[in-house]
Every structure is written in structure tokens, then in C-alpha cells.
């Protein structure tokens, strides 16, 4: 079958569901990029959709991390809305190094417990592979709600991994979407520096 057939057929399970979710994925991604505070609005739309796509693809604990990712949605805009500086935004913030060390540390050993059991117990397709996007990007999301620079080169590598399992679960539309997410991450990166730049340096808190 080739790829523009497996896309049609894509839209003919999922549509409108998918369509639904890609959209909304989308939105977070330019308004976060923004630091727009709606982000977290569209985050949560999208996300709900995701829960029953990966569970319906047997990606089961990318299902969990969409559960996750609401409960982000709703974190995140509190924080955003309740950590404003004088100038009515909450600052991007620079992470110290073994921070992000001790943290990398932490996916590693959950990687290897959860990917473990979900081989042994489910039928998951990719289970570690599967389980390091997931506690990546739970950590990478908490970043954002934190509005912590670094977040970007997180997703930089997880969104880059999760085309190639989205893409080998026939899930196109969403693979497509996280290609997406790769060429907008760069834009991310650099008006988030600009922001860290010009705003007082803070740690974190």
C-alpha cells in the first residue's frame, strides 16, 4: 500500500478524531512558541483525543503520557498565569547542568523497569523505545510548564523518535505532525533565547 493509500485510510478510521488532535497539536506548538498562555488550552484539547488514538494503536504508555500530558495542561496554565513578572509574562529560565543530569538519570532507571514489564506483561509494540519518549516527555513537558529554555533540545530528540514509531503503527498523520514539530522546534529554541536574554536571569524555583 503505498503511503498517500495508508493516509487515506488513516483519515477514513480516525478522521475526524486524529484530524482533531494534529490541529489542536499544532496550535499548542505555535502558541507555546509564542509564550502564549492559550497553548495549554489547546494542549488539553488535543491530548484528550490522544488518549483513545494510542490506546487503539496498542501504544500504551504513549496513552498514559497523553493522560499525563491533560493533567500538564491544566498545570501549566496556572503556572503561567500565576508566575507573571512586571511585564505580564513568566520568564524563560536557564536550568543548572546536574539538574538535567540527575533527571536524564532518573528516565534511564524508569526506562528499564517500565520497559521491562510492559515486555513481559503487555503486548506493546516498541515497549523501552516507547518508555523513554514517555518519561522524556514527561519531564520535557514539566520543563515547559516551567518555562525552562532547555525543554527544546528535549523534544529535539524525543519528537525526532517518535516519527519512526508513529510511522511504524501506521499512524501518518501523527508521524507527519511531529515532522512538523521538528522544523517549528528550531523557531522555539531561538525566540525563547531572545526572551531569556532580554528578561532578568532567574534560577529555578
Partial sequence: MSLLDNILTELAVWAPAEAIAVIFAVLYLLLAIRENIWCWFCAGISTAVYVW???????????????????????????????????????????????????ILAIAVLVVIAGTLLRQKTDAAFPYVDSATTFAAIWATFLVARKVLENWWYWLIIDSISIAIYWSRELELTALLFVVY????????????????????????
Fill in 53 to 103: 488514538l494510542f490506546v487503539e494503536a496498542r501504544l500504551y504508555m504513549e496513552s498514559a503520557l497523553n493522560v499525563f500530558y491533560f493533567g500538564m495542561a491544566i498545570y501549566g496554565w496556572w503556572i503561567w498565569s500565576h508566575g507573571r513578572d512586571d511585564h505580564g509574562d513568566m520568564p524563560v529560565t536557564v536550568w543548572p547542568l546536574r539538574i538535567h543530569v540527575v533527571a
Fill in 182 to 205: 521538528v522544523i517549528m522546534i528550531p523557531f522555539g529554541l531561538a525566540h525563547w533565547t531572545r526572551s531569556y536574554r532580554s528578561a532578568p536571569q532567574v534560577g529555578p524555583a
